[in-house]
C-alpha cells in the first residue's frame, strides 16, 4: 500500500471521505519510523481495510504494528489519543501544559489564583519567562469532535483584559503580556479569527501549522503517561491523581508503581516501555 487504495472510509465526525493513504504515511513517518517500516505497515493493512471502516479503526490496526516493532515509536503514534486519556476532568491537562512551558524555559504554574484590576480570577496556567507572561486557559474535551467556539476565546479575553491592566500597574508596563487558550481538540473558525484579531494566542491539537500542541509535544520530547500502553486504565488513573503527568517523572520514581501491586513482569515492562519514550 505504498500508493493509494480506492476505497472510502467514515471520520470521527460521520463524514465519508476518500481515503488517503498520504496522511496515514506522514502520521507513521512523524512516530519516527522509517521510510522501510511505513511501507512494511502499510502493506500487511491492506488486507484488513474494506469500504467504510473508520479512521479511528485503521489508526488501531496501524498501532498495533507499530507496538510490535518499537514502544518508542507506537507511544508517539498514539499521543493524540493519550492526550484524550488525560481526562475527564482538566486538571491532568493544565499539569501537562504547565510542563510543556517548563520545556520551553519558563516558570509555570497550573491552578492559581490570579488578581485583577476587579477581580480575582482562577487561571489555569500561568508561565513566565524574562519579561513575557502568560495567562493561559486550558479547554479540555474529551470528545474529540468538540470544538471550542468564539463565546469561549470571548471570555478568556475579558479575563485576560483585567488582570493584564493589574499586571501593567504592578511592573510599570515593561512586560509583554499574552493571553492564550489551549485545547486538546479544534478551535472554530470564528474562535481562530478574534484571536488573532485581538492579539489572543489559540493553540489546538493542529493549529497554527508549525506551533500546534502536537508540534508542542513533539519538540519538547515530552510524553503523557497515559502513553504507556503497559498501564491499565485505572493504573493510570491513580497515577494522574499523584500529579505524575509525564513518563520522565516516572522515570525518576519508579517506586511509586509498588504502591500498584503489579507484578514483576508488569513492573518491568511498564518500565522498559517509559523509559524507551524518555530516552535512558
Avoid at 492526550?83 to 516558570?107: H, V
Avoid at 497515577?239 to 501491586?261: A, M, S, W
Amino acid at each position: 500500500m505504498t500508493g493509494s487504495i480506492n476505497i472510502k472510509v467514515r471520520k470521527g465526525n460521520g463524514e465519508i471521505v476518500v481515503f488517503d493513504i498520504a496522511k496515514l504515511r506522514k502520521a507513521l513517518g512523524n512516530s519516527g519510523a522509517s521510510e522501510s517500516d511505513i511501507n512494511n505497515i502499510t502493506r500487511k493493512m491492506e488486507p484488513l481495510l474494506f469500504e467504510g471502516i473508520s479512521t479511528k479503526r485503521i489508526y488501531r490496526i496501524a498501532y498495533s504494528l507499530l507496538r510490535k516493532h518499537s514502544h518508542e515509536i507506537a507511544g508517539r503514534y498514539r499521543l493524540k489519543k493519550a492526550i484524550m486519556e488525560l481526562g475527564p476532568s482538566g486538571y491532568p491537562f493544565e499539569r501537562f501544559i504547565a510542563k510543556l512551558f517548563e520545556a520551553d524555559g519558563y516558570d509555570a504554574e497550573a491552578s492559581v489564583f490570579v488578581q485583577g484590576k476587579c477581580v480575582r480570577h482562577e487561571v489555569d496556567v500561568l508561565a513566565q519567562k524574562g519579561n513575557k507572561k502568560y495567562m493561559v486557559e486550558c479547554k479540555f474535551h474529551g470528545d474529540s469532535r468538540t470544538k471550542s467556539d468564539v463565546k469561549v476565546a470571548l471570555y478568556i479575553q475579558s479575563r485576560f483584559l483585567d488582570v493584564s491592566r493589574k499586571w501593567k500597574e504592578e511592573d510599570g508596563g515593561g512586560k509583554i503580556h499574552k493571553g492564550m487558550i489551549v485545547t486538546n481538540t479544534r478551535f472554530t473558525e470564528d474562535a481562530v479569527n478574534f484571536g488573532k484579531c485581538v492579539g489572543l494566542k489559540v493553540v489546538s491539537w493542529d493549529y497554527p501549522v508549525g506551533n500546534s500542541l502536537k508540534d508542542w509535544i513533539d519538540r519538547s520530547g515530552y510524553h503523557p503517561i497515559t502513553s504507556l500502553a503497559s498501564l491499565r486504565k485505572s493504573e493510570k488513573r491513580f497515577l494522574l491523581e499523584q500529579g505524575i503527568v509525564l513518563c520522565r517523572q516516572l522515570k525518576k520514581d519508579f517506586g511509586i508503581l509498588n504502591r500498584l501491586r503489579l507484578s514483576n513482569v508488569r513492573f518491568n515492562n511498564i518500565k522498559k516501555e517509559a523509559l524507551a519514550l524518555v530516552g535512558t
